[in-house]
């Protein structure tokens, strides 16, 4: 069934229900696009915390936390805003759509904004600490 709730003095035309399940589609569809990148960037985003681990405490390395911290809660302030979408009624959504697929454009452009800063930053802590590594040999 496309509407969870319908008003009794309200009625709907066969366009409003298409119209609805249109839009619960292609809201789905860019949800589960979404929920996929929100699971690479997660999986990724574990490889940086098992790397910040092992770096000592510097200012590249807290340069990368601070990223990491950032690009952590942008994927989830997606995550959040997703169970909101799936939350609501279809009849909502068309009155009042939540989610859009440009809303999925702007979160891949941020993550990728993100994953390009950290990936700067992790290249920035790993050659401090190669350095370090260096210069503690020579000692």
Request: charged share 25%.
């Given at each position: 069934?496309?509407?969870?709730?319908?008003?009794?003095?309200?009625?709907?035309?066969?366009?409003?229900?298409?119209?609805v399940?249109?839009?619960?589609?292609?809201?789905?569809?860019?949800?589960?696009?979404?929920?996929?990148?929100?699971?690479y960037?997660?999986?990724r985003?574990?490889?940086y915390?098992?790397?910040?681990v092992?770096?000592?405490s510097?200012?590249?390395?807290?340069?990368?936390?601070?990223?990491?911290?950032?690009?952590?809660?942008?994927?989830?302030?997606?995550?959040?805003?997703?169970?909101?979408?799936?939350?609501?009624?279809?009849?909502?959504?068309?009155?009042?759509?939540?989610?859009?697929p440009?809303?999925?454009?702007?979160?891949?452009?941020?993550?990728?904004?993100?994953?390009?800063?950290?990936?700067v930053?992790a290249?920035?802590?790993?050659?401090?600490?190669?350095?370090?590594?260096r210069?503690?040999?020579?000692?």
């Amino acid at each position: 069934m496309l509407i969870t709730h319908v008003d009794p003095g309200k009625r709907r035309s066969v366009a409003d229900c298409e119209q609805v399940a249109l839009s619960g589609y292609e809201e789905r569809a860019a949800l589960l696009v979404g929920l996929d990148l929100a699971l690479y960037i997660g999986n990724r985003l574990k490889v940086y915390f098992d790397f910040l681990v092992l770096l000592l405490s510097t200012l590249a390395t807290q340069n990368f936390e601070k990223g990491l911290t950032e690009l952590y809660a942008l994927v989830l302030r997606f995550l959040a805003s997703a169970v909101l979408a799936m939350r609501r009624n279809s009849a909502t959504r068309l009155l009042q759509p939540l989610w859009q697929p440009s809303s999925l454009s702007d979160f891949e452009t941020e993550c990728d904004k993100w994953a390009a800063r950290l990936d700067v930053e992790a290249q920035l802590c790993e050659h401090e600490s190669s350095v370090q590594w260096r210069l503690n040999l020579e000692k």
